[in-house]
């Protein structure tokens, strides 16, 4: 048989070897799994029917705000999408394992890149969407909660100036027994028994209920207004529970208490400065709250990638305070790993990718996705190269697989060099992750245990 037709069967069933590709924490070797709280786990384990996702897509003619566009390339292109879309894609009975689909994804490239650019991305995002590129997928970092697909945006193509992508993962845990503060004001007996039948209720998961009650409260006192901010903390409306915690005055009681917790909402949010600047007012003799504080402020500083500062907060800390020396212990093994890292040169898997379709996404750690890009790049390039042999340069096969066996491999080295960035990225995200787990323990078996 003709090497033509092996190639040409190879690239057709390829992308196709992806049918049912769904990812959840079962199916996701991560070593820092044990870190998320179940509640966390069951937005992750959720899934949806196979062809869910082919029901409600909103399915538009044109790229961005084009339409009106006289070129007739571009109506071609968008008229082939809008039809592959509308009608091809639902009956393939397939679900790609990106969100957004590879078709969504290709339009939008299109519309921030351009026409050129947009296909070479485009080209590299295919190479990437089958079982070979994804067997080394295990990173739960990467999953769009709640449907098991991997979120993709087009600012992942940002060569040289990689977006910062916030990690606003959530690891407040809620499923703990918090049990009543000690440090109450003095206050009427309404507002004590709201108070405790509100802790009652975050303790034991009546989300519904505490939100109720606190909405119903009259900001009236320091404790009612500690107490909104902390239900709002609890459940995750991080903005409402600084506001609130903003508002309790510096004389309280809860002062310093609530300068921790608005802190550390402030962090799961990046807003850092903030965060540094609320830990900075608190003002205490106790040795165990001026730990915790330089603790606080030492893991701020490894947020901000600030070594030095880092250094000086984690030496004024005691690591011999059993109430944050496991903490204080992983944060140094984690600035031990932010240090050790070396990140791989984007010009190196570009080049090497040049030379041998793929080689550079190995070289950034993606094997997976550098054996897919060689089968198929490799296979369009064989292609071309016989019908060449046969036919000659004019022949409209070999212009025609030249073009596509062109457009891929550009794509592929492009797609090289981005993945080292991605991949530093994701390191980054990994270790943001750890550092808001870790600095948010302290505080909650401190104050709320």
Not at 206 to 224: F, G, Q, R, Y
Not at 267 to 276: F, I, V
Request: charged share 20%.
């Amino acid at each position: 048989m003709k090497f033509r037709y092996i190639a040409f069967i190879l690239i057709t069933c390829l992308p196709f070897i992806s049918k049912g590709q769904r990812f959840t924490t079962d199916s996701l070797h991560c070593v820092h799994l044990d870190i998320f709280n179940n509640d966390d786990l069951l937005l992750l384990q959720q899934q949806e029917p196979a062809d869910s996702l082919f029901k409600d897509r909103n399915i538009k003619y044109g790229f961005g705000n084009s339409v009106n566009t006289v070129n007739p390339f571009y109506h071609l292109l968008a008229s082939s999408m809008f039809i592959y879309q509308k009608y091809v894609s639902p009956a393939l009975s397939r679900q790609c394992a990106y969100i957004p689909s590879c078709s969504a994804f290709s339009k939008q490239l299109i519309t921030e890149y351009g026409l050129l650019k947009g296909s070479f991305y485009t080209a590299d995002r295919l190479m990437r969407c089958n079982r070979i590129a994804l067997a080394d997928k295990n990173n739960i970092f990467l999953l769009l909660e709640g449907n098991g697909n991997i979120s993709e945006s087009p600012l992942r193509y940002k060569l040289f100036n990689a977006p910062d992508k916030e990690t606003k993962v959530s690891l407040v845990q809620t499923s703990d027994t918090i049990h009543e503060s000690n440090s109450v004001d003095n206050e009427s007996n309404n507002a004590k028994k709201d108070w405790d039948f509100t802790m009652y209720l975050i303790g034991n998961g009546m989300k519904e209920d505490a939100l109720t009650i606190v909405s119903n409260m009259n900001n009236t006192s320091d404790s009612i207004r500690f107490l909104k901010g902390y239900t709002y903390y609890t459940y995750h409306f991080l903005e409402k529970s600084i506001n609130m915690f903003d508002s309790v005055s510096n004389h309280s009681d809860l002062f310093n208490e609530s300068k921790f917790f608005s802190s550390i909402s402030a962090a799961h949010l990046y807003r850092l400065d903030k965060a540094e600047n609320d830990l900075h007012q608190i003002i205490s003799e106790e040795n165990l709250i001026n730990d915790l504080k330089n603790f606080e402020l030492a893991g701020i500083s490894l947020l901000q990638h600030d070594n030095d500062k880092f250094n000086y907060y984690i030496n004024l800390t005691d690591s011999n305070n059993f109430n944050i020396s496991e903490e204080v212990r992983l944060l140094k093994n984690i600035n031990h790993e932010i240090n050790s890292y070396k990140k791989k040169s984007a010009w190196i898997a570009g080049g090497l990718s040049a030379v041998i379709p793929g080689l550079g996404k190995v070289y950034a750690g993606n094997t997976g996705e550098g054996i897919s890009s060689f089968l198929i790049c490799g296979s369009l390039i064989g292609i071309t190269a016989e019908n060449l042999y046969h036919n000659g340069l004019s022949n409209w096969k070999t212009v025609l697989f030249g073009t596509v066996s062109s457009v891929f491999y550009i794509g592929n080295i492009l797609g090289s060099a981005v993945s080292v960035n991605i991949n530093y990225d994701n390191f980054n995200q990994r270790n943001n992750v750890k550092i808001l787990y870790n600095i948010h323990i302290p505080i909650r078996n401190f104050f709320r245990h």
